[in-house]
């Protein structure tokens, strides 16, 4: 089975810009999240979506916004971007039936805002 | 609100001595714990969860809800173990699997 899959992989955008990442969950995943990490705070929860539906969410403000369609794949959105915003963002999905809780991570899309 | 706190940033050890990386967590509810690990190129990925008891590349973990603990063990280091590992905390119950609060990481470095 393919893994998660990221796109893009690497981006540069300008403060006040916004941008769209995407993720692609493995065969047969419905939940998918999002993860930021950057240096200082590390890893942080963004927000979890199980088929089309914003399970759980983080406390960031509400420039990030995601979504989930019918094929599982989502995408997330940061507006008015920041340049506290550079940062590596993670996505995640899991088998929500396994019962496991493993969350299978892709590589990453590393943002830099400028 | 729910932490979890990795004291350690760093820790070297060499080969063949035990490892021990701390994880200690705070939480009001019922929670599940797990030990997730980032080798060298490679994507993060679970290394075990503390439901399953299991034993992982000859690592442990015990919750000890007295002492809010969840420490990884292994009595003899290979350097293949070098990596960063992450402690990880959700709500118990199933619904909140991908949400995931993580300590801040201990960097493990076993020396030859």
């Known amino acids: 089975k393919a893994g998660v899959t990221q796109t893009p992989r690497y981006l540069i955008k300008t403060r006040g810009q916004q941008v769209t990442l995407s993720c692609s969950p493995i065969s047969g995943h419905r939940s998918v999240s999002w993860y930021q990490q950057t240096p200082g705070q590390g890893l942080q929860f963004l927000f979890e979506?199980?088929?089309?539906?914003?399970?759980n969410k983080g406390n960031f403000p509400g420039r990030f916004s995601g979504r989930q369609f019918s094929n599982s794949r989502s995408e997330m959105n940061v507006s008015t971007l920041e340049l506290g915003d550079s940062a590596l963002y993670l996505c995640?999905?899991?088998?929500?039936?396994?019962?496991?809780?493993?969350?299978?991570f892709g590589e990453g899309s590393r943002l830099t805002v400028l | 609100a729910q932490r979890v706190t990795q004291p350690e940033k760093l820790l070297s050890v060499f080969k063949g001595a035990p490892v021990e990386l701390k994880c200690n967590y705070s939480?009001?509810?019922?929670?599940?714990l797990f030990w997730y690990v980032q080798y060298s190129r490679q994507r993060l990925q679970l290394l075990l969860r503390h439901i399953s008891r299991e034993s992982i590349k000859g690592f442990t973990a015990d919750l000890n809800k007295g002492e809010t603990s969840f420490h990884l063990k292994k009595p003899f280091a290979q350097e293949e173990d070098s990596a960063m590992y992450y402690c990880a905390l959700s709500r118990a119950g199933g619904t909140s699997y991908g949400k995931l609060t993580f300590g801040q990481g201990t960097i493990l470095t076993v020396h030859p």
């Open positions: 979506y199980f088929s089309e539906t914003q399970r």
């Open positions: 995640a999905s899991s088998l929500v039936a396994s019962g496991t809780g493993e969350l299978f």
């Open positions: 939480y009001s509810g019922s929670p599940e």
